[in-house]
């Protein structure tokens, strides 16, 4: 198999047949591959892919999940089943067009060199100021937290060769943040540029609150450092306590009528402060506690178009 093209769904009846068109249309004569995955789609979604399978088994390949356990499971999966020389990553919402397959197809074969190319999207026009903006400073604050550096906008729109795919799989984290795991493993990236569609049908999974969780626990993947802003800012507030107590021994008499304001002001912050660490910390712990448990990452329910040996 030359390539594999993997594509996570969640809820996308109106778009896994266009897709395939799609890529057959741009692909033509290649070897390839399309494993879809469905993420626990509560939609038809396994019907479609069903239908798809029976009309061209030779392209296409399902996972079914037994439910929801989201796109990174999803990617996971792909990467286990897949058996091209080349593997590729694709949204199922056609919001990233097919026809750069080709481009980044036809850059790895001609650039030996290069082990892995990635699309970056040029502006996402469905996409609101205030998200754009919130997206910026994620990469900004992730790229100042941690070791590995996230290059902005870069998507999981991908395509590598298969030292590539190895060395992510060789990764067992359980709690998966890819961009920052595509990074971590190194290899010769080139970065493309690419537009990036509206969505064909249905909507986005990935609503703001989920983004914020996403960005987070990548944080808390890729970076120790909010576990040692515990120390600073307990030193910090030991401080100024003990600047507080300073000021209070000097000016006993007069500060004695907003005294009682004053403490709430710093109970209060104490408070706070205590409350965040234990957040922090317990976010840390819960994360240890996914990787100890060593639950798999995901678990398929039916399979179309794998032999029994490519079972994992
Ligand atoms: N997706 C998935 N599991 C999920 C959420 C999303 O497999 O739990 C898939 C989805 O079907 C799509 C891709 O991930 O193919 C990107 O999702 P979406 O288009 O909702 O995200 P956005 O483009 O808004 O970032
Ligand atoms: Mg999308």
């Given amino acids: 198999m030359k390539l594999s093209i ?20 741009v692909l033509d004569k290649l070897k390839y591959e399309i494993i879809y995955i469905d993420d ?13 399978y029976e009309k061209d088994d030779r392209h296409i390949k399902v996972l079914s999940f037994s439910r929801n356990f989201n796109k990174e499971a999803a990617m996971l999966a792909g990467l286990d089943y897949s058996s091209g020389e080349y593997i590729s990553i694709i949204d199922a919402d056609l919001q990233q067009n097919p026809k750069y397959l080709k481009e980044m197809y036809e850059f790895l074969e001609n650039n030996k060199e290069y082990d892995e190319v990635a699309m970056i999207m040029k502006e996402r026009n469905a996409e ?12 900004k ?26 060395a992510l799989i060789n990764l067992n984290e359980r709690n998966r943040f890819s961009k920052g795991l595509f990074s971590w493993i190194g ?21 703001f609150i989920n983004s914020i969780k996403y960005a987070f626990s990548g944080i808390l993947a890729f970076s120790s450092k909010p576990l040692k802003l515990s120390t600073l800012l307990g030193s910090l ?14 000016n006993l008499v007069s500060l004695e009528n907003i005294l009682i304001h004053i403490l709430f002001i710093v109970m ?22 996914t990787e100890v448990r060593k639950r798999p990452i995901y678990i398929v329910k039916e399979k179309l178009g794998f032999n029994d040996e490519t079972i994992l």
């Fill in 6 to 25: 993997i594509v996570p769904c969640k809820n996308e009846e109106g778009n896994v047949t266009k897709l395939y068109e799609e890529i057959n249309r």
């Fill in 40 to 52: 626990g789609s509560t939609d038809n979604t396994i019907e479609e892919l069903r239908k798809l």
């Fill in 128 to 139: 609101s100021k205030f998200m754009a903006f919130c997206k910026g400073a994620f990469y």
């Fill in 141 to 166: 604050v992730m790229n100042k937290l941690c070791d590995i550096r996230l290059e902005k906008a870069a998507s999981d729109f991908r395509m590598f060769r298969k030292s590539v795919k190895d």
């Fill in 187 to 207: 290899f010769k990236i080139k970065y493309l540029y690419y537009d990036v569609e509206p969505r064909n049908n249905g909507k986005s999974s990935f609503g």
């Fill in 237 to 250: 507030s030991v401080l100024s306590s003990i600047v507080y107590l300073i000021i209070v021994l000097i």
């Fill in 268 to 289: 209060l912050f104490m408070f706070g402060i205590q409350f965040l660490l234990m957040g922090i910390i317990g976010n840390y712990i819960s994360i240890i506690n």
